[in-house]
């Protein structure tokens, strides 16, 4: 458990609440990011994803499912989905999605708690339903984060013109090549979620915090990158091999 459980407590607590105040009717509330990954500083926000159950007339109307992120006053964000779009992530194996059914850090509703611990029972199946769309996922995030390392947002503005890019960005792509190299490994999706035996946890957080100058951040982004496609074409490569001949190879 992470030292800092009370304050995330609290926090899952007045998301829950304010989820309420925004009209919707929560399952849960699990959190997500840093903390899951054992990579939070004493700067992180406490974001979180709630799941949502429909309302009677969204079903009897088909209304559109709700997909949407409420940020708070104090920029922390609540991403709040229609359950029913939740399970839709398993089948793109969305490792943002999978990873709270590893956190232990959520909130239920009584009448959900069963099936989301009978969920959970499962989450090692479900986090490999399908191995090569999780490589994908994985591969397109990091891409993701290596297109916004140096692009001016406006809430990132100010680390722009300070350092030149975005060290946020280039934690994550550093910790999505560990995640990949793991998951590729057959190591348990929880133990991906926090191992890194790469770059060490220090070297990340130094990362998150924009210790290195632009010209190393580039450095180390453009190899990892290099790295990531290389074990993503690899794996899926390996993997046509196992439904062409029916032997998996690695």
Not at 50 to 68: A, E, G, Q, Y
Not at 94 to 118: G, Q, R, S
Not at 123 to 132: G, M
């Amino acid at each position: 458990m992470d030292k800092n459980y009370k304050k995330i407590a609290i926090t899952l607590e007045e998301h829950w609440i304010e989820v309420i105040k925004n009209g919707h009717n929560p399952l849960i509330v699990a959190l997500q990011g840093s903390q899951n990954y054992d990579l939070a500083y004493e700067n992180s926000d406490i974001d979180t994803k709630c799941l949502i159950m429909p309302r009677f007339n969204d079903i009897v109307f088909n209304h559109k499912p709700t997909s949407t992120t409420y940020i708070r006053y104090n920029d922390e964000h609540v991403d709040i989905k229609d359950i029913r779009l939740y399970f839709e992530q398993f089948w793109k194996q969305n490792i943002n999605f999978l990873e709270i059914l590893f956190t232990p850090y959520v909130l239920l509703d009584n009448k959900f708690a069963p099936y989301w611990k009978e969920l959970t029972s499962y989450k090692e199946d479900i986090a490999r339903f399908n191995e090569v769309s999780a490589v994908k996922t994985m591969y397109g995030m990091a891409l993701e984060k290596y297109k916004a390392l140096e692009h001016s947002y406006p809430t990132i503005k100010w680390k722009i013109d300070k350092w030149g890019y975005d060290g946020k960005q280039l934690h994550h792509i550093l910790r999505i090549e560990e995640f990949i190299r793991a998951y590729i490994e057959g190591e348990s999706f929880s133990k991906c979620l926090v191992s890194y035996p790469k770059y060490g946890k220090e070297f990340l957080l130094a990362a998150k915090k924009n210790e290195f100058s632009l010209e190393m951040a580039e450095k180390i982004a453009n190899e990892s990158m290099n790295i990531i496609q290389h074990m993503k074409d690899e794996f899926i490569s390996t993997y046509s091999v196992y439904i062409n001949n029916g032997v998996k190879t690695k």
